[in-house]
């Protein structure tokens, strides 16, 4: 069975082609700039047992266009994967806000079109586009059956008193102001992939999950399940990020627009765009470019490399507390899998709770799964490089499967 995966943001889509037996990835790929003139897609392949790549530039004047040009790569006789499209069984889509409707991932239908449409109040800049991919697929992969899969729905076993803020209660039953949560795809990964790699059950353990890429959240488990999470309503809650300020005072905001003399919308741009790493350092929101800095002995990338581990290290000892202890530590995403010197500032201080992360093997672990605790550390710590993309694909198939099933039957 082949599976397409989509994450079909605002001007771009990114893509993966998975065939699940030996769950392989036969494709991947990234479609820049569309609706522009001079749109991107970068597509690796596998043919005759190498990665290879193959760069386009074209015009992509919209997302119906795109998923075609998407298609027509997949298919290709040179840099193609498949003779047909009839050989993709099923669609999966990462789907950013499934509010409070969805504890999983479903399979989609009119109602649960409706159902996104929904949430786009809540995400505004997401789902509208996760929207446009579903129905360009239903257009021109007509029949292959389409499965969403959100990143708020592995945070939905939140306690009610780990997500209600402290407002007046009306204003989540009137528009449900409540903490949801994000990356929930990820969190999911590596939380069961520990129990994997550690050959414990995930009833038994009690998990803290760092998601550290250009947008940051932690998470606590028990029993593979989420129990609190540090991005709320939105993503801009939490840590501090690439460029999302994370925790602030909320009369910051009247601040702004009163002293700036800023609009609302350019004060939602300054949080979310122009502030952490990026707005604390004044130079990059990039990690990489943040490191050097710090080498070439720039005080304010220092500032935001201490900032950033800081509040990392203030959620993991919170969490512990959240979760009356803690056996496992996990780093993932583009920071957490590669960057050691951020690992080890995380775990700084926390030996009085067990943690003692081991010098030598978190130098080594760079975007590859490895422990890098010391021998006798209480936590298990792990570096795991993150897969959405695998867990889509494995929803779906299960879902599609029972589909089949359903329709065998009849
Ligand atoms: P996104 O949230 O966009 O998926 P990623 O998970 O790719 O982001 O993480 C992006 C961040 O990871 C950036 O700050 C980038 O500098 C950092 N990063 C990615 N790869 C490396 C690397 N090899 N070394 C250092 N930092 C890296």
Known sequence: MKILILNCGSSSIKYKLIEMIGEQTLSYGIMERIGMHDGLLYHHFQKEGELKEKKLVMEIPDYNIGIKLIINTLIHSKYGVINDEKEISAIGHRVVHGGEKFASSVLIDADVKQDIRDCIELAPLHNPHNLRGIKACETLLSGIPQVAVFDTA?????????????????????????????????????????SELSG???????????????????????????????????????????????????????????????????????????????GISGVSNDMREILQ?????????????EIFCYQVRKY????????????????????GENVPLVRQKCCEKLDFM???????????????????SQQSSKVKIFCIPTNEELIIARD???IVEILINKETKN
């Open 316 to 335: 993991i000892a919170s969490y512990a507390g959240v979760l009356g202890g803690v056996d496992v530590l996990v780093f993932t995403a583009g920071i």
């Open 293 to 305: 800095e710090v080498k070439a002995n720039n005080s304010r990338a220092s500032l935001a490399l």
């Open 200 to 278: 414990e059950s995930i009833e038994d353990i009690k998990i803290i999950t760092c998601h550290l890429g250009n947008g940051c959240s932690i998470s606590a488990i028990e029993k593979g399940k989420s129990v609190d999470t540090s991005m709320g309503f939105t993503p801009l809650e939490g840590l501090v990020m690439g460029t999302r300020c994370g925790n602030i005072d909320p009369t910051v905001v009247f601040h702004l627009i009163g002293r700036e003399g800023l609009s609302l919308s350019e004060v939602v741009t300054l949080l979310n765009k122009q502030s952490g790493l990026y």
């Open 154 to 194: 592995f945070h939905q076993t939140m306690p009610k008193f780990a997500y209600i803020y402290g407002l007046p209660y009306l204003l989540y039953q009137k528009y449900d102001i409540r903490r949801y949560g994000f990356h929930g795809t990820s969190h999911r990964y590596v939380s069961e992939r520990v």
């Open 354 to 372: 067990g943690v003692k992360i081991d010098k030598e093997k978190n130098e080594l672990a760079i975007g590859k799964e490895a422990i890098i």
């Open 396 to 398: 779906t198939k299960k």
